[in-house]
């Protein structure tokens, strides 16, 4: 299963959010439409910036 981590900035915050996700589509619109979110729902970018890194497995 391929994981994604993700980074949200908001520049109305000046803040970074990092999350995980096999699913980055669907977690990526949660981001969007969920105004009780507690990083998505105080920032009020209407375009944050996001970044993201697939990975397969942990390694240790």
């Known amino acids: 299963m391929v ?3 993700y980074v949200l ?3 109305f915050l000046d803040r970074f959010y990092v999350g995980s996700t096999s699913d980055l589509e669907i977690r990526m619109e949660f981001h969007c439409t969920s105004p ?3 990083f998505t729902g105080k920032a009020k970018d209407s375009n944050s910036e996001y970044f993201f890194r697939s990975f ?3 390694k240790s």
Do not use: D, E, I, T
């Open 36 to 38: 009780g979110h507690k």
């Open 9 to 11: 900035y908001s520049r």
């Open 3 to 5: 994981h994604q981590v």
């Open 56 to 58: 397969s497995a942990w």
